[in-house]
Structures are given as C-alpha cells and as structure tokens.
C-alpha cells in the first residue's frame, strides 16, 4: 500500500480514491485529527483498566455494583432533555449501511433505523466510506439505488428517525494512523457521520444522534461525554446536541448504569438491552468459573432468571432518571411458509409481549416484515402515551449482584454444538468476506451470534463439560465435529458456493480462536486483518 500523509500527524495508509476524496475533505481531516490528538491516548488506558478488571474477576472476584458512586445512585437527578423526534421509539430496526438497506430501513413502519457501522458491518475500507455517502445522501434525500432487475429504490416522505452506531472502544481503524498508531474506529466513524451532517439534520429538526456499544465502564462513557462535548464546542453548538443511546450488552456495564446515564447525562437519552452481546460478555467476563458455563445458547432466552433481571433493572434505573429503556433484538426473518411464518411470530409475540409488560420503551427487530407485528405490541401497551417512561418499577424488590450473576440452566448437546460449529463458521465466511449481516437458518445473524457460539463451546472444552449424550467436550473433539460440519456446510451450500467462499479461512480462524488456551477477547479483531 502507498502511505499517504494527509497532516503531520494522520496518515492513510491507502492512496485516497476519488469516493475517498468526496468524503475526506481537508476540513474533516483535520477535525479528525484534533479528535484523535486529544482522546487516542486517554481510550488506550481506558482499554488497559478493562483488562486489570478481568484480571481480578479471573482471580475470583465476582463483578459487583461499586460503593465508591453511593452519591450518584442516592441523589436525585435527572438526565437532560430529549429530542422530540426521540420521544416516540417503540420500534426500531438495525441494519448495516448498505445503500439498499438504509432505504428500506427508512422506509420501515419502525420509528427509528438505527445504521450500523458496527457488528452488522465488516469494516473493509470502501463499505465503510461508502456506508458515510449512503447515510449522507439519505439525510439530504438524495439517496435512490436500482438493483439488477431494474428496481429503482427511493425514499418516502417520512423516513424514520436515524440514529448511527460507531465502533466499540477495543476496534481499531486500520487504514487511519495517528503518529503512527491506528486511531480508534468508533471515533473515526462519529467524526465522518457528524462532520458530513449535523447541519443538515438540525435544519430539519433531528440532530446528531448515536447508539454507543460495549462500554464497560462510566469512565468510559466520561469519554465518549467528553467526545461530544468537544465537538460542540468545535461548531459553537449548544451542550447536549450529539444524543446517544447506550447499550447496556457487557456484564461489567450492567453494574454501573446509574453512573453511565449521569456521566453522559447532557448528551444521554437512554439504555438498551443488548442482549446477544450481554451474553456473549456473560461467558467471556466469567470465563474462569465452571459454575456459571451457559448450556446450548437457544436454551438462554430472556425468561432465564439472570437476563430477566437485567431487564427489569435496565427500565428501573432508565426510568428513575428520566431515560428511555429500550428492549433487545428480535433476530427471526419472516418466512414465506405460512405454517412457519406463524411460528416466527407467535415466538416474537412471546418475547415482545414480556418486553412491554416489563415497561420498555421499545424494541429492536432486524427485518421490516416483523414491524407490524412488533408496532400492535407496544401500540397496545403504549395506548395514547409516547413511551413507558412512568413506568417505575417502585414495587420491585432490589435486584442484586447475585441474581445478575445466577447460572443458567440447561442442557450442553451434541446438535446444540453442532449448530454452534456451522453458524459460526457461515458467519465468519461472510464476515471476512465482506458481509457482517447474514441470514442463517430463518435468523439474521451479527457478530454476536458467532461471538456466542464460539466462546460456549471455549468455555465447554476449558471447563471439561460433557454434553447430554456423555461425551466430554475436548479440543479433538471439536476439530473433528469442525471438520464434519463444514462438509455439511457445503452440501447445505452446494460445491460452486463453498469453492468460491472464505469457508477454509473462516474454519481456520473458528479452530484458532476456540482452541487457544487464552480466550481471544473479540473474534473481529483477527478478523479484521483479513479485511481489506
């Protein structure tokens, strides 16, 4: 690759195409780069706390809620307003940002799109830009795009509301290199969305909005506080113009969500229950405990004791403090069977139904043909009323650390296992190829299910578990059910589909990072190394 210098400070480690140059004007390079002159370093001590945490946790002690923010949780604040086109979000859809997507998204019955530059993207250089032009063009209602057929694709007059999701704090941006180092990716992802459009969208009466992911800390949220902050003063903007939701999806955050609304309160709206990340970060934070090893992941559903807690707790602490409690992702695609199309909908019925009844605000779904199902949900709970802000949960006992903690049971089986195996493998394959949201076997899949799949089986092998049928779950006997599933994987797939994939590559990188003796933190960062 040509390296590039762009300022003293900030390189391209690619020569800029023209795309490249439409977006990456002189103005944002250097906006940039002020950002990455003031916070890289402060984010890469954040990212050595978390791991003396771990340490401590690995040594036996069990995460707990801290004493030293006694005030913050006693005191009576609130955080600071909401945007009127914030207030109404009972459904929202998340997708990544490919330039169909976001107009289908958009043209969703869902209040809100939530475009994502994070688990559902691979981050290849060029999705990535592209992805900025896609929102951008959006925004400005410039956006159209014609498939093969001739389909042409427009938006309609009241698209829903968008809100952008950066990079977690641990994720790199490769292709951008401050004194040589790289800079952190949610915050090249926050500078491009806000540079290329807070104008615009204050002009019409949104704003700047954000969904944060895995924070795992309220010194981490201090950061992103801080983040925003100075890029309003950067464009003379009033305090608390950048909003963000949080999602609560680490184990360590859960514990300190009073302190992350109250750190961000300016520029706060609200939590969300990301529980697919929550439960992979439930495995990798206790990984050294045999007796909280998780059974088959389609046994752990929001009923289990440990989740619903965090549930109730999330709209609780929300609610307590004016903020929105948003529920988690409803990953099922609709079917074209109809016998089996009403079986994805009684389950998401089920689910969306415990969601409302527990006083959250909203709701996550993943495909457009779950809206009206999802929107007669929480049309019912919500009657005239925007959102369940009222509801205070002040009848429930407190929730505690050891019922935020509590194993789940379950059975460990050989097709739960095997399951594990090829989805994490197919969603490897389309990851490293370019794809970071993947239908797989009627669900829509993201980093989090192979994040999932792959840390339950680490865990089982690491601990000596046994599955129903009495076998013990072993190295050996991994690389062999590997082995056997990918041949599954490409009679499932056909020859001219398995031959022209990454499957190799992604079976490769699923045996390295299950097998280790150390647990790889995050499957994405190897990954990313195989990106462009």
């Known amino acids: ?68 923010t006694n005030s913050i949780k006693k005191d009576d604040w609130k955080i600071k307003n909401i945007p009127v086109d914030l207030e109404d979000r009972r459904v929202e859809i998340t997708g990544p940002v490919d330039r169909k997507m976001v107009i289908n998204a ?56 968008l809100i952008a999701r950066v990079r977690g704090l641990h994720l790199d941006e490769k292709h951008v290199l401050f004194d040589g180092q790289p800079i952190p990716g949610g915050l090249f992802d926050f500078a491009v969305y806000f540079f290329l459009n807070h104008q615009a969208l204050l002009k019409k009466g949104s704003g700047p909005y954000f969904y944060l992911p895995k924070l795992e800390s309220w010194q981490e949220a201090q950061w992103w506080s801080d983040v925003f902050s100075y ?48 439960i992979f970060s439930y495995i ?40 929105f409690a948003m529920g988690g992702m409803s990953a099922f695609i609709p079917s074209k ?12 019925t089920v689910d969306k139904q415990l969601e409302a009844d527990n006083g959250h605000d909203g709701t996550w779904i993943a495909h457009p043909g779950l809206a009206s199902c999802v929107l007669a949900i929480f049309d019912q709970a919500l009657g005239k009323r925007k959102n ?37 493998v197919q969603y490897i394959e389309a990851w490293i190829g370019g794809n970071g949201c993947v239908p797989i076997y009627g669900l829509m899949e993201d980093a989090a299910t192979a994040e999932i799949s792959r840390t339950s089986i680490w865990q089982w092998i690491r601990h000596g578990k046994t599955l129903s049928n009495g076998q013990k779950i072993t190295k050996s006997l ?27 590559e992604a079976a490769e990188l699923m045996r390295t990072i299950t097998t280790q003796d150390e647990l790889i933190e995050f499957l994405t960062v190897p990954g990313y190394q195989l990106l462009d």
């Open 1 to 68: 690759m040509n390296e590039q210098l762009l300022t003293s400070q900030l390189f391209f480690t690619k020569a800029p195409s023209n795309q490249d140059k439409e977006v990456l004007t002189a103005d944002l390079i250097e906006f940039i780069t002020l950002l990455s002159e003031r916070f890289s370093a402060r984010r890469k001590l954040l990212l050595e706390k978390r791991k003396v945490y771990q340490q401590r946790i690995d040594k036996g002690i069990l995460p707990n809620f801290i004493s030293e």
């Open 106 to 161: 958009l043209n969703s019955q869902a209040k809100v799109f939530m475009a994502d530059f994070e688990d559902s993207l691979s981050p290849a250089w060029e999705k990535l830009i592209d992805g900025q032009i896609n929102l951008r063009d959006a925004i400005n209602g410039t956006i159209s795009f014609q498939n093969e057929q001739g389909k042409v694709y427009q938006l309609k007059s009241d698209p829903a509301v």
């Open 231 to 278: 890029a309003e003063d950067q464009f003379s903007l009033p305090r608390g113009t950048i909003k963000a939701t949080v999602l609560i999806e680490t184990l360590p955050a859960v514990f300190q969500m009073d302190e992350i609304l109250y750190y961000l309160r300016y520029h706060i709206v609200g939590l969300n229950c990301g529980r697919w990340d929550y």
């Open 284 to 323: 990798k934070t206790l990984k050294e405990y045999p007796d909280r090893v998780l059974p088959d992941r389609q046994s752990v559903t929001m009923t289990q004791s440990f989740l619903n807690a965090y549930s109730r707790l999330l709209i609780k602490t929300c609610h307590k403090r004016g903020a």
């Open 337 to 348: 069977d109809a016998a089996l199309n009403q079986q994805v909908l009684a389950k998401v």
């Open 388 to 424: 369940q802000l009222d509801i205070m949960r002040e009848g429930d006992a407190p929730i505690t650390a050891e019922q935020l903690l509590e194993p789940c049971e379950g059975e460990r089986t050989e097709a739960g296992m095997r399951a594990n195996i090829r989805i994490a």
């Open 478 to 504: 991994f690389i062999e059910m590997l082995d056997e599933e990918l041949q599954v994987i490409q009679q499932e797939l056909g020859d001219v589909r398995f031959q022209s994939g990454r499957f190799k």
